[in-house]
């Protein structure tokens, strides 16, 4: 996992610069730095230091640039470690969640979400189901389940009538509730398909770069 006193700093740091509900809160600047160090290529700081700020870019004094970007580079040390390490699994236990939790858990997913964003068409790319001659690809679909989930809008989904079909078979109505209930217990195995898939290109990519520098 991701330091958790140096995300407090951040977080600190981003509300000095602007009101609370205007930057990602701590859950949410954790997802976002997990979805930043797994994706295989580096995303330069400037693509992306304004989502910290929902996108916005707000005028900042000398000191509050110096002290932001200070805090920023110790959370992306942290969270570049805990890569090496193999330390990024789904930060979460469902069974130890309570109301509180599950909100913690839902910023966790949006700032998690705006990080693949950054590089949403590699994400939906279909690597995999190339590779493998599949209609449907399963790192796409992880990334569905989390905008769903997210956004709440179960019209993403590829997969949602044999979803509403599995529920029938076992006597439950698919009402929208319980397929949103049912979606959010495959949140962890949907993240750790997205980060498989991540080292599994991070692997082709230092491969390529070493064949390259040894022409």
């Known amino acids: 996992m991701i330091d958790k006193k140096l995300l407090h700093k951040l977080d600190v740091e981003l509300s000095n610069c602007v ?5 990602l809160n701590q859950d949410g600047l954790s997802g976002f730095f997990y979805a930043l160090a797994i994706t295989p290529a580096i995303i330069d700081p400037a693509d992306w230091m304004a989502e910290l700020f929902f996108g916005e870019r707000p005028e900042l004094t000398g000191k509050q640039s110096k002290d932001l970007k200070k805090a920023v580079t110790a959370v992306v040390k942290s969270s570049n470690k805990a890569l090496f390490k193999n330390e990024l699994k ?21 700032g998690f979400l705006q990080g693949l964003r950054l590089r949403l068409a590699f994400w939906r790319s279909g690597i995999i189901a190339k590779e493998t001659n599949q209609a449907s690809d399963v790192v796409s679909n992880s990334v569905d389940i989390i905008v769903a989930l997210v956004e709440g809008d179960l019209s993403v989904l590829k997969n949602i009538d044999q979803l509403k079909s599995q529920l029938q078979l076992a006597g439950k109505e698919p009402t929208d509730e319980l397929l949103m209930a049912t979606l959010l217990q495959t949140l962890p195995e949907a993240y750790e398909c997205i980060r498989l898939f991540a080292a599994q290109m991070s692997e082709r990519l230092l491969a390529r770069q070493e064949v390259a520098e040894s022409v």
Request: proline share 8%; no cysteine.
């Open 19 to 23: 009101p609370t509900d205007e930057h």
């Open 90 to 110: 789904f930060p979460y236990n469902f069974s130890a969640l309570d109301d509180a939790g599950f909100d913690q858990l839902w910023y966790w997913s949006a």
